[in-house]
C-alpha cells in the first residue's frame, strides 16, 4: 500500500490537470453564447463545492448529485441515451 | 499474468485486437449480446447475430488461443419495443444449448421504463427457469443509480433466485455498495470517459473489498479500450499490490463466478 507522499507523486499531476481543465472548460462556457444555466451546467456546479468537503466518499457524493433521483417511471422512452446530468425538472 | 476478459464485445472489434488480448495474457473472454449502436430493423437480425456469437467469435479468438463465451439476450435499449423484444426471445432456445453460451445477458434497464423492466424479468424467469446465470447492464450516466435500485427491488421478487447467480455490472462507486449488500456480484468497467478508471475501480477495491467483484473492458465500437483489465492490473501493481491479489480479482474471481454456468471450461 503506497503512502500519501507516494500518491501524490505518482498521481498528482494528473489531478492537476483535471482541475485546471475543468477551471477552463467553464471559462469557455462562459465565453460562449447561449443560454447559461441549462440543466448539465447546473448539476455540475452543483457537484462542485462537494470536491471541498472534508469527508470520504466524495467520488460517490459527486454521482449522485449527477443522477436522476426521481421516482417516475415512463411506459416507454421519450429518448434514448443519457446526458449525464439529472433531467431539468429535478430541483436544483 | 494470465487474465480473464468477462466482458468484451468482441464483433466490434478487428483480429488486431485478439492478438493484443493474447499477448496481454487473456486466456478467455465473454461477450455478452448488446446494442449493435442502431436499432435493428428484423428480429430475424438477431438471428444472424446469435450465430455470429455462437460460432463466427469463438473460431476468431481459437485463432489467438483464447477461449470465447457469450450471453444471449436482447439488449436493454432495443428491449423498450416489448412486441419486438418477445420476437427476439423467441429465438434463444435455438441457442441456449451452444457450447460457449453462458447464461442470459446483457439484460437490464437502459432509460429505466415499464417496457424495459417487463422484458428484463421475462429474461430473468428464462434464466431461472434454464438454470442459467444472468449478467446485467446498469444504465448509463444519470440513469444508473435509479436503474439499479429498480433492477435490485425486481430481483428481489424473484424468490427461487439465487443472488449469487447474477453480475450486476458496470457498477460506480455510487451503486456498488447495494449490489454486494444484496448478494450480487459486481462488474467495473474500465471507460476512458465514463464509468470507472483503473485509479477509481482500484479505489472501489480498497473500500468495498476484493470479493464477489470482478472488472471488464467491455470494449465495444464507442470509446473503450480492449486492453482495459491489463492496464489496471499494471495499475494495481504500481500501488504495491502483490501477484495474489491482481491475479484473485482479474483470474481467480471471473473464474469463480463464471464457472456457475456448466459451460464454462478453461481448456482449450
Known sequence: MPTRKELLDMQFIDARARVIDVAAFLDRIDRHPGDGEEPRLKALRRALPILLSDSPGRAKAVLEALSDTSDVMPESAAFQGATGAPPASEPA | MSYIEPHAHMVS???DDYEKLALAGCEALCEPAFWAGF?????????????????????????????????????PKEADDPGFAREVMTLLPDFLDKPNVLG?????????????????????????????????????????????????????????????MVIIDHVEEHTVRMVLDAGHWAGMTLYPESKCTPSRAIDILETEGLERIWMNSACDWGVSDPLAVPRCMLEMKRRGYSRETIRKVAFDNPRDFLSASTNFNLDI
Not at chain 2, 438471428?47 to 439488449?75: G, M, S
Not at chain 2, 424467469?125 to 446485467?136: C, E, M, S
Open chain 2, 39 to 75: 436499432d435493428r430493423s428484423s428480429p430475424q437480425a438477431f438471428h444472424d447475430y446469435f450465430r455470429q456469437l455462437t460460432e463466427v467469435e469463438p473460431a476468431r479468438a481459437a485463432k489467438f488461443a483464447i477461449r470465447h463465451f457469450c450471453w444471449l439476450c436482447i439488449n
Open chain 2, 13 to 15: 472489434r478487428t483480429t
Open chain 2, 104 to 164: 442470459i445477458g446483457e439484460i437490464g434497464l437502459n432509460k429505466n421504463t415499464r417496457n424495459e423492466l417487463a422484458i428484463f424479468e421475462e429474461h430473468v424467469q428464462l434464466a431461472l427457469d434454464r438454470g442459467l446465470p444472468v449478467l446485467i447492464h446498469t444504465p448509463h450516466l444519470e440513469d444508473k443509480l435509479k436503474g439499479t435500485r429498480i433492477m435490485l427491488d425486481s430481483l428481489a421478487n424473484f424468490s427461487g433466485l439465487d443472488p449469487s
